[in-house]
């Protein structure tokens, strides 16, 4: 494989392998599947937020017909040790022995499990919940972050400062860059705890196999939770198999456990297999949410544009556990001054415990947070210097070999110009204005990082191996999380062996077939696994070439793999096919598979509270275009337009990178303009999607994608990830275009009809 | 690992991970396992030895409700294709073609399949199997091979001729050295067809799983046929997986293809789980027998018993179809001579077609028919020369460094002079005699082969890893079929990584889980994947220790693990837990895992006709001994004691190797007295267990096992493999103790009491 061999599968806008089965409902989700035997599992939940518990009595739920088990906090081996259950990347940090699988002595949220129940049917099960009798002694509680945050809050874990983490970013003297500036805006931005909304609920079965294994086949992005779960039921971690099915939406929220530990522990205890589904209210109330953030930004700026100082403070609400909490901090702090150069910046974030839902991982992982703020102060900038939006970032994008306010030089191109001019072009193209309504355009900027923190020692394994009949199989312990992850390691292998995309089968996310590629989070899977499996497929292609060769007797050099044929490219006509080759190999006794093993540069920092250096691997930059037209009676805004454009690097399958966008640009929308989860005193308000308002499709607009393939990304192919990057901007364009229509800047996310309504009011009060 | 090093594990009676439930009965066997929605198949067979199909008409069948499908050969989409159905060890030989997966126009033998079916209930599939109509025209059949080999016979294979193959092995000039011969012994001896009769008929389940993956769950021993069941479907070989489950007894018999085609056409036809077990008539109509040998034996000796040379002639009757007959004879051919040193030898071997049902592989594979003909002729030299049976053996026996008939040098220890004197002296200890019974002993002494013909490329796979809690998984694509494989597997592992048995999990057995290990036949996967093991658990061991080393800042070469802990041998008392050892790896982006792959020694051989060289790895000797009691009225031989004493390099489980050797002489017993398939021009008379006798419990004398453990084997830490040498000598040895006992030899296997009785008879009429 030379630089110079024209790609022939790389680029390609193929069907995913699973497209048509989901296209036609067929696809086998976790809930789908069933097993002789089973059981129905179900969750009793804290109907307090803050609460003491005195006694659980199960007696009368265990007298019921059809109940199989009943288990509270007693019944769990190891319910406080699981170190790093829902944590498992948190490497330290002290937050060990906070969590507990079933709540013991006090419940901190509103939703937090008490008992587990399997009974030979769903509608037992529900009853026997009823029948379980818990006496809470109610607490008070805290729900305001700020509040929490003052020396005399009460504690939400007794000996725990409410305050978990405190980081700060420090480059120059942002004391001096505000003495330079001509014009400072500051304003306070705060977004909403959202919910990840996949279309399905969590769910998995357990059973245990013929040889004792604990297996659970589950809906997640992290089959490696295997170990955690080993951990609740203390057995070795090579007795607990994960496998995962295909994701219906993942997003974050099913990067940390959700129903394997009490699937396990059922199934441990009863012997029998158990399904859990959680209903649309249990999964809105338990799983994590996306960190609310309150922001106050100052930016400073020249009359030219120039920006001369930024300082933020950033205060996240982590609810009741710490989660991945920490690290969501850590993404806002890299990504909280944007992708500007500016001489002197400070940033402080706080992440703060309250008695609220817990907040962990969501799609953007701590950056659209930031992004809002940081886009909306620069539309402000531009206003009050009077250039034009797009001006005056392009006047401060950073460049390729210019470093970040955390020191790290993004060592790699910036097509920031690229992506705002390719957005400003397609602005251009008007829609028409629709009645009453006044329409607006908006852009704003982002970076994302793509894979995870340097430090953290990353990596992933691939094995690539080729059948008798040249047909190819790929093990790859990645999960499709609706991404197209797999399908890209197929195109890369069928690229690199020259054979046809339906030659190859691609086993992945089951934690005893296939090879150790740790989370499918952190837009890391192409990165990671798309270079692993490179690598793996490199090694195979090798060995084939060097037995071709022997066999053709020509210089391996001048050999390539096409379309199930190795043929000599200078073009003498000579070739063999593919299943020859093979088989010499084989009856050689020579393999043809390799186990290949990806690691991430690694860089060490020397600590976390002051963050500097190389945090992460790379970035992807892109820009969001938005045109809206708002009804200024109702405050109702419609989005006319989105226009996403994007460096990808190298897009490997067209189809899915276009998919990836078009659905980041949607999940920015919803965060926009109606997405949150509204708790009332750590009581969840929006239970059901009647309350949680996700757009539909008569809400969706075109989409337009526009890639930059600047081949210059740390994937295979020069490729990078898309999944997180492609949201974050989406919200400061909506609101940077709401402002073009109507004056008016909101700094409250969603941009709701009634704050809409009564900002217009205001401005005319004060007009 | 030095050499030094003491054996903790190895050796050790460590009882298999899988006894327990197999003791309770609790073990999930292929016919215990269910899915929602599942269909039964059944198999329609011929009831004619030879005949041609005039017409099939499933039309009935096809109406009958709770039918889903009913097959015949033109719904095959690669009926005819499938080159190496049956047949996946034979590379080329001409034989391609023949085999049908389901008959076409003609049947061969009784019991051949002529159409499937699929239905809701095994009843209903039943009553289907009744309503199809086959048209036969009944054809003469050829049914003794002896026949089948004039030039004028009919052919059973329509323009093939019915001898398949002819080998010979030439040593000296056997002319000459029966010119020097004292004594000419010439007898012609017969042994018959045999059944597996495992317990456990041949079962399994097809599905298709969420990927369209048809994936076959099956008692097999060789899971690799996944590649010909894909090649009858038509479908690349990565979309059909494998997965064996435990198999309650294999014996050879279970090494071709069983259920698993049908399996996978009717999952793949109707989409539907579907089962299908055979009831016990069907296993023993349709199932490979062990070839029944007509061989025709000539043995010279001097006056003082020194052997001048040797004769004979084999014919083994394939039955209908090839399958593994053509490596039978070749292995019987390399061990015609027995262990003995012969000047002058010459051997020629037959394989015939019949219209009888097909043979194939069954333990001992052409060995034990061999055994039986060169170990009477020993005691009738021994009889002759006056000498005592194990005089004239100890006096012939090959030793270390010596040639085989066949050239092939035996590069390692001959271990026969010792296990012949452990099973005389054994012998001493005289049982009582038992009434009117005449009492007698006799020994018979053996050479098998372990492992595949080395010019057969043979290689195995096996990934040893650790998990973050130190824990231990080795996945390797044995198949456990009750020798205790996966368990010495996992003893071999837990040595070299100094972690208690229980720690270690093993994954056998699935095409997309496993590594390639090839067969669990030829007494090969302790060798071969034994060896695979070792050498990954010690490439794993290498990293720890490196590691642990820089840890403790001691030299690697002092380190030794133990009991989970990584120690200094040097007695300092420095020490660290492989748990955090691990860890440390893992930390630093170490992988903890090792796919190796061991390659038996490759050497070629030049033509197959006459059969040279070294065609074998190694040997395993041994020695049986055998006390019984004749009842002269009755002709019923009771043996009162088996000695069996074998080399076996090294034991790495005692309880595995004991039990096996044990079985082995069991399994040896029933072929010497009871067990035999009886067809009268082709029809089975023997079609259950009343007919076909098995030793009982009442029948089985204590088994006396005696092991020599030279350590000099070619497998993991010097072991040899003993499940097939087990088998061997018996009924020689059984026949000469009947000889010892009443002064009657029987030429022909079984040894039943007519047999006796006419034997006795005929000795007083002559007397």
Chains 1, 2 share one sequence.
């Not at 009856?587 to 945090?615: C, M, T, W």
């Amino acid at each position: 494989m030379n630089e110079k061999t024209e790609l022939r599968i790389i680029g390609k806008p193929i069907p995913r392998h699973d497209a048509w089965e989901k296209a036609f409902g067929l696809t086998c989700y976790a809930a789908d599947f069933s097993l002789p035997g089973m059981l129905y599992g179900k969750v009793l939940r804290s109907n307090y937020p803050s609460a003491r518990i005195l006694s659980v009595n199960t007696s009368r739920a265990e007298r019921l017909k059809g109940v199989k088990a009943v288990l509270t906090a007693k019944d769990v081996p190891r319910n406080e040790s699981v170190t790093r259950f829902g944590q498992t990347h948190v490497v330290g940090g002290g937050f060990e022995g906070l969590y507990r699988v079933l709540a013991d002595r006090k419940v901190h949220f509103m939703g937090e499990a008490v008992a587990l129940v399997a009974a030979e049917a769903e509608e037992i099960a529900e009853k026997a919940l009823e029948l379980i009798r818990v006496d809470y002694e109610p607490l008070p509680g805290i729900f305001d972050p700020i509040e929490a945050m003052k020396p005399d809050a009460p504690l939400v874990q007794e000996g725990r400062p409410n305050i978990i983490t405190h980081y700060e970013v420090v480059k120059g003297d942002v004391k001096m860059g505000f003495s330079e500036a001509d014009i400072i805006v500051e304003n306070t931005y705060r977004v909403p705890f959202v919910d990840h909304a996949y279309l399905e609920p969590e769910s998995g079965m357990a059973w245990i196999d013929e040889d004792g294994v604990i297996t659970i086949r589950v809906s997640t992005q992290v089959i490696e939770h295997f170990r955690g779960i080993a951990d609740v039921l203390n057995l070795p971690h090579n007795r607990v198999r994960v496998i995962g099915t295909y994701v219906g939406g993942g997003f974050g929220g099913k990067e940390d456990i959700t129903v394997e530990a009490f699937l396990a522990l059922l199934t441990y205890k009863t012997g029998r297999p158990v399904k859990l589904t959680y209903t649309r209210e249990e999964s809105i109330l338990s799983h994590s949410k996306r960190h609310p953030y309150v922001m106050i930004y100052k930016t400073g700026a020249k009359k030219d544009g120039r920006l001369t100082a930024l300082e933020a403070k950033l205060v996240s609400d982590a609810g009741a556990y710490v989660y991945l909490s920490p690290w969501v901090l850590l993404y806002s702090m890299v990504n909280a001054a944007g992708p500007y150069r500016i001489p002197h910046v400070k940033v402080d974030g706080y992440t703060v415990l309250t008695n609220n839902t817990f907040t962990s991982a969501n799609r953007g992982f701590g950056a659209p947070q930031v992004c809002f703020a940081y886009e909306s102060q620069m539309d402000e900038l531009a206003r009050r210097t009077g250039l034009e939006p797009e001006k005056i970032r392009m006047m401060n994008y950073l460049e390729k070999g210019e470093a970040l306010a955390t020191g790290q030089i993004l060592e790699r191109h910036v097509a920031l110009q690229e992506t705002t001019e390719k957005v400003i072009e397609a602005l251009e193209e008007r829609t028409l204005p629709s009645g009453q309504m006044r329409i607006g355009r908006g852009i704003a900027s982002g970076m994302t990082s793509y894979g995870r923190m340097v430090f953290l020692h990353d990596t992933s394994r691939s094995h690539v191996s080729i059948e008798m009949d040249g047909s190819v199989t790929i093990r790859a312990g990645i999960q499709d999380i609706g991404g197209g992850q797999a399908s890209s390691l197929c195109q890369i292998t069928a690229e690199i062996l020259g054979v046809p995309i339906e030659d190859i089968k691609i086993y992945i996310a089951d934690t005893a077939l296939t090879p150790f590629a740790g989370t499918t989070t952190a837009t890391r899977q192409l990165y990671m696994s798309g270079n692993a499996t490179l690598m793996a497929a490199l090694e195979v292609r090798k060995v084939l070439v060097h037995k071709a060769a022997g066999m053709l007797g020509i210089d391996p050099e001048s050999l390539d793999l096409v379309d199930r044929e190795v043929i000599d490219k200078e073009g003498t006509g000579k070739s063999l096919p593919l299943k020859e080759v093979v088989r010499a190999c084989a009856s050689d006794g020579v393999p043809l598979y390799h186990v290949a093993l990806f690691k991430a540069p690694f860089r060490n920092i020397a600590q976390f509270e002051r963050i500097e250096g190389q945090v992460f691997p790379d970035f992807t930059f892109g820009t969001h275009g938005a045109e809206v037209a708002v009804d200024e009676e109702t405050g109702r805004i419609q989005v006319l337009k989105l226009i996403s454009s994007f460096d990808v690097g190298r897009a490997i399958n067209r189809l899915s990178v276009e998919g990836q966008i078009e659905g980041g640009a949607i999940y920015g929308m919803g965060y926009s303009l109606t997405e949150e989860v509204i708790l009332n005193q750590g009581i969840t308000m929006t239970p059901s999607f009647s309350e949680y308002l996700l757009p539909t499709s008569m809400d969706v607009p075109d989409v337009e994608t526009i890639l930059i393939e600047s081949g210059d990304g740390v994937g295979p192919f020069g490729a990078k990830g898309v999944g997180e990057p492609s949201v974050c901007s989406v919200a400061p364009a909506i609101a940077n275009a709401v402002f073009n229509a109507i004056g008016v800047r909101i700094y409250d996310l969603p941009l709701t009809p009634e704050k809409i309504v009564k900002a217009l009011k205001e401005k005319k009060d004060m007009g």
